[in-house]
């Protein structure tokens, strides 16, 4: 690496010029359109060859002088230039990871500051508006020779020993998280599996962002799941969540519950779910096992739902009877999570048309259910579901409805 930064000097050295090569500061919200021709710097003194009290100011100036980008979308471009900053990058990399003593409070600033300069950007639009992960080529980042080296020095960073997240959690906060979580919409396979082992660290080493991570990436799948039907990364970030479910405290809390009731479960309706239903698998699996009184309804709501997302209109004919009944069972099931989950089958376009299409025959078999709940159940979300439901369900047939609702009172007055 010393000799690559002292050729490089030598070959910008020419016609006996006095200049070496300088990296000039862009800011970052003009990454990856504004670059420039450089002309002089102090590149070539290798970290180590310097004194101990210069060492420290040499980083800094190194890490200042890699907030430099440039256009890689033009393969001709500033070729010497760019070759001096992966070789710099390269010597960071090392530098931080064999050295103590590097991380002094002062560095944490200007080494955040080369990070974020680098690695967040806007995310160009896919070349392909029709793209398929399983079909089409992933479009590949061009400036992955630098951001690659650039997240690995980030690694280097969070696995230091002398890292102190005290000192760094005033510069990796709640914003630079957002910024993370934004990038693993990438795509870029390596890019979203390294971003996948950062955010991975992050949550390890800062508690106090935990609860912060799991929020935004709860937002990213309901974005995915009701509005966007499109994230790249979604299966990078359930692989991360599976460790995380995996370090949940027992009893599991009631917002965890909630993760599994109103997004992992409503993931198995997604667009693409084929991308992601391993590790989909994984998460489900690994809350069942730490609460067994979710596991058989839970896992019976799911794949069911599952199934009705295929089914033909003839086969669901077949099985509308005993399907509904158990559905039913789950609706008046006394742990709430359960109910909540059978209700929300009336949030799929796909089952509604279904039951619109039979509604003769389904509404008879949920009616007493629903009335019964709607007046008697203590959680006022699932009153709420269910009036909803039986709201939707009246709209499909009123007379079916006001027969069996004043069939119902007269039952009651008996």
Not at 326 to 341: D, G, L, M, Y
Request: aromatic share 10%; with cysteine.
């Amino acid at each position: 690496m010393k000799g690559e930064l002292q050729d490089l000097a030598m070959n910008t050295n020419q016609n006996g010029s006095n200049h070496t090569l300088r990296l000039c500061v862009v800011p970052a919200h003009l990454h990856g359109f504004l670059y420039s021709a450089v002309d002089e710097c102090n590149f070539v003194v290798f970290i180590p060859d310097a004194s101990s009290a210069e060492q420290q100011e040499l980083f800094t100036q190194k890490l200042q002088q890699c907030c430099t980008i440039f256009d890689f979308l033009d393969s001709l471009v500033d070729l010497k230039s760019k070759e001096v900053k992966r070789a710099t990058l390269n010597e960071l990399v090392v530098y931080v990871s064999t050295n103590r003593g590097v991380l002094v409070e002062a560095a944490y600033p200007q080494i955040v500051k080369m990070i974020c300069t680098n690695i967040f950007r806007a995310l160009p639009p896919s070349e392909n508006p029709d793209f398929d992960p399983e079909e089409d080529e992933p479009t590949l980042e061009v400036s992955w020779p630098h951001i690659q080296l650039v997240y690995e020095f980030l690694l280097r960073f969070l696995e230091n020993p002398d890292f102190q997240p005290s000192i760094a959690k005033r510069f990796i906060d709640q914003k630079f998280v957002l910024q993370l979580l934004e990038l693993f919409d990438s795509e870029d396979p390596r890019e979203r599996d390294v971003l996948k082992t950062i955010l991975h660290r992050i949550y390890g080493k800062f508690l106090g962002l935990r609860a912060f991570i799991r929020k935004q990436i709860n937002n990213i799948f309901l974005r995915f799941i009701y509005e966007t039907e499109h994230f790249n990364g979604v299966s990078e970030l359930l692989e991360i969540l599976g460790s995380i479910i995996n370090g949940f405290a027992l009893p599991l809390k009631a917002e965890h519950k909630q993760f599994l009731m109103k997004v992992l479960i409503p993931l198995h309706t997604a667009k693409g779910l084929v991308l992601f239903h391993a590790q989909l698998a994984y998460c489900v699996v690994q809350f069942l096992e730490k609460d067994p009184t979710l596991t058989a309804p839970v896992m019976f709501l799911g794949e069911i739902e599952e199934i009705l997302d295929v089914i033909e209109p003839s086969q669901f004919r077949k099985i509308q009877e005993p399907l509904f009944k158990q559905i039913s069972k789950c609706v008046a099931n006394p742990h709430f999570q359960v109910s909540e989950r059978a209700l929300y089958f009336w949030n799929n376009e796909y089952i509604v048309s279904l039951i619109e299409e039979h509604i003769e025959n389904v509404l008879p078999i949920m009616f007493d259910c629903l009335f019964t709940i709607s007046k008697e159940h203590w959680n006022p979300t699932i009153v709420a579901l269910i009036y909803n439901v039986m709201k939707a369900m009246m709209e499909m047939n009123l007379n079916l409805f006001d027969e069996l609702a004043t069939s119902y009172k007269e039952d009651k007055m008996r």
